[in-house]
């Protein structure tokens, strides 16, 4: 195997390991209503530690196969970057799933709750609406950025310029 199908292969793992992982974890929690039963509220938080518990597992090994297979001599730049997605993910989206999780059992387990109302898709179309405005927020926040960089970059070397070429017209009128 070479060295550019493994590192695509392997990079494509754990792509399809996160976003299976995230499709999971959406799919249990929009699973619990607020009319669910206590069983059920249970079953989903443990579903969510464990497949915290199992995307932990995974990730690690995929990341020490990466790790192992230094010995094929990878980019150093695809090491980096896969060793950065794979800490930012291991240590953020379990914790969450497992809190997620673990909070829903001690709803279900120690307070009376009796979930009444449902989830409306109405309610999920306005937070996906507020989603969306947030995300045009940044976009629009990472353009203005961008534009201003590239005003910059663009005007730090014409002043170098004209600088350069006042020098050469001085030093003609000297002359």
């Known amino acids: 195997m ?3 199908s493994f590192q695509a292969g392997i990079s494509a793992m754990q792509d399809l390991l996160i976003i299976a992982s995230v499709i999971f974890t959406a799919i249990v929690l929009l699973g619990v209503r607020k009319s669910s039963s206590r069983y059920y509220v249970v079953i989903s938080g443990i579903l969510l530690i464990a497949n915290s518990l199992c995307l ?4 690690s090994s995929v990341n020490d196969t990466v790790i192992e297979a230094k010995t094929i001599t990878l980019d150093k730049g695809f090491i980096k970057t896969f060793s950065l997605k794979t800490a930012a993910f291991l240590y953020i989206f379990p914790f969450i799933s497992t809190a997620i999780g673990t909070n829903l059992i001690s709803d279900a387990i120690t307070k009376d709750l009796v979930y009444n109302d ?3 898709l109405g309610d999920a179309f306005s937070l996906l609406k507020s989603i969306v405005r947030c995300v045009f927020f940044v976009l629009q926040l990472v353009f203005f950025v961008f534009t201003m960089a590239l005003v910059y970059l663009i ?5 170098r310029i004209y600088r350069l070429l ?3 017209v001085k030093r003609n009128d000297d002359i």
Not at 56 to 59: D, V
């Open 118 to 120: 449902r989830t409306l």
């Open 56 to 59: 932990f597992w995974l990730i």
């Open 155 to 159: 005007i730090t070397p014409t002043k």
């Open 2 to 4: 070479d060295k550019e």
């Open 166 to 168: 006042i020098g050469l």
